[in-house]
T-cell receptor
Framework: GQNIDQPTEMTATEGAIVQINCTYQ??????LFWYQQHAGEAPTFLSYNVLDGLEEKGRFSSFLSRSKGYSYLLLKELQMKDSASYLCAVRLYNNNDMRFGAGTRLTVKP | DAGVTQSPTHLIKTRGQHVTLRCSPI?????VSWYQQVLGQGPQFIFQYYEKEERGRGNFPDRFSARQFPNYSSELNVNALLLGDSALYLC????????????FGPGTRLLVL
């Protein structure tokens, strides 16, 4: 089967760093994506990893280990506007299917 | 530049009816994907179309169908609506078939009574 697991909820303090983990068991892996989704809005693209290692984009970084089926999204210098759901998604090679996790709801507190 | 647009924004239907949802991708994008997102869950892949051909299909019943037009816009059709079809339907466009970035539209919120 195809499983993508991420924590349901996390809380962090403004200015801090938070790491959101994602583990996956899928066939035909062809890339891992992170999206941000504010309540009532569409997901917006944050990052993409297809090779092992760390991708950095400003305050956001994403890491991938294909052998471990593991990724994380690192958010630095947290701001109140970072309160949102963060979705981990794996693209499958054979069907262009994108499999999403249920999302991690992050609450940033003052 | 306009992003991905979807219509209508909200829709209320009753069980057994059918519905057509529309999506216009970003100008120049040739691939459109459809997703269903139930409250509290991540999006579930329904279809992907590229150059007017179906290139991917998720685990949805045959009541769900879609098509893509020569201008790359797309329609999602759902027949014999069930209460469980109530969800946010998202359309995403990409430049090509396996492009890195999907751009999502604002979605159509469907309520089936």
């Amino acid at each position: 089967g195809q499983n993508i697991d991420q924590p349901t909820e996390m809380t962090a303090t403004e200015g801090a760093i938070v790491q959101i983990n994602c583990t996956y068991q899928t066939s035909g892996f062809n890339g891992l994506f992170w999206y941000q989704q504010h309540a009532g809005e569409a997901p917006t693209f944050l990052s993409y990893n297809v090779l092992d290692g760390l991708e950095e984009k400003g305050r956001f970084s994403s890491f991938l280990s294909r052998s471990k089926g593991y990724s994380y999204l690192l958010l630095k210098e947290l701001q109140m506007k970072d309160s949102a759901s963060y979705l981990c998604a794996v693209r499958l090679y054979n069907n262009n299917d994108m499999r999403f996790g249920a999302g991690t709801r992050l609450t940033v507190k003052p | 530049d306009a992003g991905v647009t979807q219509s209508p924004t909200h829709l209320i239907k009753t069980r057994g009816q059918h519905v057509t949802l529309r999506c216009s991708p970003i100008s120049g994008h040739k691939s459109v994907s459809w997703y269903q997102q139930v409250l509290g869950q991540g999006p579930q892949f329904i279809f992907q179309y590229y150059e007017k051909e179906e290139r991917g299909r998720g685990n949805f019943p045959d009541r769900f169908s879609a098509r893509q037009f020569p201008n790359y816009s797309s329609e999602l059709n759902v027949n014999a609506l069930l209460l469980g079809d109530s969800a946010l339907y998202l359309c995403a466009s990409t430049l090509g078939l396996a492009a890195e970035t999907q751009y999502f539209g604002p979605g159509t919120r469907l309520l089936v009574l």
